[in-house]
């Protein structure tokens, strides 16, 4: 190990029990280790906030597997690095049998063409991918090679395993360098982490460096603000922040709000947020939050996700804003979100009920003589292009899954219904 590496660097676990907060992971059932320990290891996506342990994780496994490790940023790599590595692999694989680990840290980062420029590796077999990710994956990654892969969750460190973390960065520090430093509260320290192990023990290093020769032992929250304020973020895209302001601003357009929605969409645009996460959120709301309250929020806010891709930053801020006040003064109602909700809790619970026979499909002369589709009625055969007819099982005839919500729009809707349907609705 360098002497000059940072704290952080030299205190990076070199095995599974001294990964900390993943046990779901890395305890005696966890996932990993069953896989290590019956020699199964397949491609992986680790998803997670920064600071879980993806990279050292990978680096485990790529040691206790015995494979070759190589590493690559979306960042700072193109499809040249990817087939550059791949090639290398190749020539990995025939010396010792084993497909060596390709770690791609921001995997997200990467456009469709460079991830589909690993799929015929991993197909192959020439390599096993683990990426990282702190973004879901399901948006992030391409759907071919998410196919191939296995997603783990990591979480976020509890407040009980940063302190841990702490006193531990605390101790291998005075032993370094022959201090006695004492940590009175680690509130501050824990805080300003955000749940990220690195950016915890980068921090202790900092503030005790700062102290190294002053003569002072006990370190308060104090002391730790006023080493730590001209380095502490605004916004930190990549930590606690990021979550909790998308929060705030979704909030603040399920309330109403307008203001508190630009000035969260203000505080994440001058943190550097991604703009097409701001506004993938919008159109979650629109369908969630404001439903058929106002069918056009969707529309407008998937225009918004379109345009954001096409426009980019700084000027994709004035159609963020536009649709974040848009929705904020819609109507809202989730009788669409709850719905499906309800009904996908009620199929789980009842089981794959048969369809009645008016409903089903009837291409073949047996399935005519069985009955199927005899008695369906074509709607537009009749006034109003409605019929009174059984849609549903006959096991749950008469439930109902949507509830208008009261609003202006859905008042129609339920009125409309409750003509055509007759006490049902």
Known sequence: ???????????????????????????????????????????????????????????????????????????????????????????????????????????HRFNKSQQDSLLHAVEKGWIVLIGATTENPSFEVVSALLSRSQ?????????????????TALRNYN??????????????FIKYSGGDARKLINSVENVLNN?????????SNDDVLEVLQETMALYDKNGEQHYDIISAFIKSMRGSDPNGAVYWLARMLTGGEDVKFIARRMLILAAEDIG???????????????????????????????????????????????????????????GDLPVPLHLRNA?????????????????????????DLEFLPAEISGTQFYKPGNNSTENKIESELRKKWKGKY
Request: with cysteine; aromatic share 8%; net charge neutral.
């Open 151 to 167: 997603v783990y969750v990591l979480k976020s460190l509890t407040y009980e395993k940063l302190e841990e973390l702490a006193q």
């Open 1 to 107: 190990m360098n002497v000059n590496a940072p704290l952080a660097e030299k205190m990076r676990p070199q095995n599974l029990d001294e990964v900390l907060g993943q046990e779901h992971l890395t305890g005696e059932n966890g996932a990993i280790r069953k896989m290590l320990r019956n020699d199964t290891l397949s491609s992986l996506i680790f998803w997670g906030p920064p600071g879980t342990g993806k990279t050292t994780l990978a680096e485990i496994i790529s040691i206790q597997s015995g494979r070759k490790f190589f590493k690559l940023s979306a960042v700072s790599s193109g499809v040249k690095d990817v087939r550059e590595v791949i090639d290398e692999a190749k020539k990995q694989n025939l010396f010792s049998g084993k497909s060596p680990i390709l770690f791609i840290d921001e995997i």
């Open 363 to 387: 291409p073949k002369k047996l399935m005519r003589e069985m009955d199927y589709g005899r008695d369906y009625d074509y709607a537009h055969s009749h006034e109003g292009n409605f019929v």
């Open 211 to 219: 102290f190294l020769n002053s003569g002072k032992t006990d370190i």
């Open 292 to 350: 058929l309250a106002n069918p056009n929020a969707l529309v407008i806010a998937n225009n918004c996700f379109q345009a954001v891709n096409v426009i980019g930053h700084p000027e994709s801020r004035i159609i963020l804003s536009e649709t974040a006040v848009y929705l904020a003064v819609s109507p809202k109602s989730n009788s669409t979100y709850t719905a499906i909700n309800e009904a996908m809790a009620f199929v789980k619970k009842t």
């Open 175 to 188: 032993s370094e360098h022959g201090t006695h430093f004492s940590i009175s509260a680690k509130e501050a």
